[in-house]
């Protein structure tokens, strides 16, 4: 049988361990409500995520054109590579617009998560398409009509305070 070799009791705890729980608890309580100082909800965030996401995109989809263009007429590797590129391109915007809806505005929010929400939809019906493309059709047009006043709200509030086009 193994015998204690301190003096105290086995479960009572070590000296100064209180101080330390409290200090630990104090240190991740204000890591937390200083990491908070840095996230949120404001203009100046959603558009530095916007001019990123943009650029990214363009610098993805300008890759994608000049591999599509780079191709010559025979050369069918290099023309799905491109498409394979450029789709890809097209569905990373959910996701891109998720980022976006994270720090978007109060005001704008509803509208970029509007916006995120059809992007996936689109994408996630796509194979659908195959199979009933006359429904495809019809779901893509009354989608678009729904969201269609979100995307210009979106457009609008990215001119006016992002000051972008």
């Known amino acids: 049988m193994r015998q204690h070799l301190s003096s105290r009791h086995p479960r ?5 361990a209180h101080r330390r729980l409290v200090a630990a608890g104090l240190g991740f309580a204000l890591a937390a409500t200083i990491g908070g100082c840095g996230s949120g909800r404001s203009p100046e965030k ?5 001019r990123e996401e943009k650029q990214a995109y363009l610098s993805r989809m300008n890759d994608a054109n000049g591999t599509l263009n ?3 007429s025979g050369d069918t590797g290099a023309l799905f590579g491109g498409l394979a590129q450029a789709l890809s391109t097209v569905t990373d915007l959910p996701h891109m617009f998720d980022r976006l809806d994270k720090v978007a505005p109060e005001e704008i929010e509803p509208d970029v998560a509007a916006v995120r929400d059809y992007l996936q939809k689109s994408i996630d019906s796509a194979g ?4 009933n493309p006359g429904g ?6 009354l ?10 709200r979106v457009g609008e ?7 972008e086009n």
């Open 12 to 16: 009572a705890p070590r000296p100064g």
């Open 46 to 50: 959603f558009c530095a995520v916007y």
């Open 70 to 72: 780079s191709a010559s």
């Open 128 to 131: 659908d398409a195959v199979l």
């Open 136 to 141: 495809a059709l019809i779901n893509g047009l």
């Open 143 to 152: 989608g678009s009509f729904q969201v269609s006043n979100s995307f210009n």
């Open 157 to 163: 509030y990215v001119q006016a305070t992002c000051h």
